[in-house]
């Protein structure tokens, strides 16, 4: 009796894995496939939630400089996507945006991460920058998050989107690449808009998104995965401004790189860096990207913004907070917050 219920069992237990896979409609199974190539979210350590509304003072009154050295602190490790660094500096991102009250626009709604893999990567060093060289294979994936907050606006479904990636290069031969400039510095102004708009307390017309890539050093990876996957409409994002390495060089001069120059994103932060007294000029990318590029090849109106002296010690071991110029900083923040006064607060 129990043999034969056992033996029943396990060819039921067989069939649960032969049969459903070819009997099962192609977008049931497609459903199966994608949940296995992205992980579910519950991987990931829930936050402490907040209770509506309150808003912490500590995390408000935190500063661009702040930031950096907490991102480049050595328990950072570098902050190699899809290692224990990215994992910490995730945690802190996370913890910024849910203190500060947004709204999570991660997976599934109520989460700021957005999951996705990377592939096995080398480093190598290259006329004395490290980079790495992606192994395309579609086995031994590694988890890595992208992380996603909304301030919604009157008009919800009217998106400007502002990013910056989070990730760097990890520790390469012992020695920790800090990446404060890239970019420690881009996702302090990121938080440092929000925190100003969130002081001010004035409700926005159209709906902010602001977003922290990781694995851009490996090719843009989490930037592409969230344009395959997007945990909200696409369609909705008017604009794209992307910040990347702003905090060193001569103070106020800026560089954009942008498919076109006819484009929402970067006629705005065009205009918004003459309001605040800097200079954003269109230039080649020589060979180098960031994340904008993603966004543009699936035709979204998106620039990068960079200290023209962008390259000086970029992926060597000396960039680190001490590299930063407040004051370029400072003014890569306010034409940041310029730019989406006029975006999303119709401002002129
Ligand atoms: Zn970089």
């Known amino acids: 009796m129990n043999s034969r219920r056992n033996f029943l069992k396990m060819l039921l237990g067989l069939s649960a894995f032969y049969l459903p896979w070819t009997i099962w409609p192609e977008k049931v199974t497609g459903a199966i496939h994608s949940l296995i190539k992205r992980p ?13 509304g309150v808003v912490s003072e500590e995390s408000l009154n ?10 480049t602190a050595p328990e950072m490790q570098g902050r190699q996507a899809g290692s224990v660094g990215e994992n910490k500096a995730s945690s802190y991102l996370a913890k910024q945006m849910s203190t500060l009250g947004l709204k999570p626009m991660g997976d599934q709604g109520g989460s700021f991460t957005h999951v996705f893999t990377i592939p096995p ?71 440092e808009v929000m925190r100003r708009l969130l002081r001010e307390g004035k ?22 995965a969230f344009i395959k996957s997007p945990t909200f409409p696409l ?68 620039v990068t913004l960079m200290a023209r002296d962008w390259l000086n010690k970029n992926h060597t071991p000396e960039d680190t907070a001490g590299w930063i110029k407040p004051e370029q900083l400072q003014l890569a923040s306010d034409i940041l917050y310029q730019a989406v006064k006029i975006l999303a607060f119709d401002q002129k």
């Open 40 to 52: 579910p979210v519950a991987l990931i350590t829930p936050l402490p939630e907040l209770p509506k």
């Open 62 to 71: 935190r500063t661009a400089m702040e930031d950096i050295v907490a991102l």
């Open 121 to 191: 990567v080398s480093q190598k060093v290259v006329n004395g920058r490290l980079t790495f060289t992606a192994d395309y294979l579609e086995s031994l994936r590694t988890p890595s998050v992208n992380l996603l907050g909304g301030l919604i606006g009157k008009e919800q479904d009217q998106v400007i989107l502002i990013s910056a990636h989070y990730d760097h290069l990890g520790i390469y031969q012992n020695v920790v690449y800090p990446g404060a400039n890239d970019n420690a510095s881009g996702v302090s102004c990121v938080l």
């Open 203 to 224: 409700a926005s017309q159209k709906t902010l998104v602001f977003a922290f890539w990781s694995a851009e050093e490996m090719g843009f990876v989490g930037s592409k």
């Open 235 to 302: 369609e909705h994002i008017q604009a794209m401004i992307n910040l990347d390495t702003v905090g060193n060089g001569m103070i106020g001069d800026f560089a954009l790189w942008a498919e076109s120059e006819d484009n929402l994103a970067y006629q705005t932060i065009k205009k918004a860096a003459a309001q605040v007294g800097a200079s954003a000029q269109h230039t080649p990318t020589g060979g180098h990207n960031s994340d904008q590029v993603s966004f543009a090849q699936a035709g979204i109106p998106a």
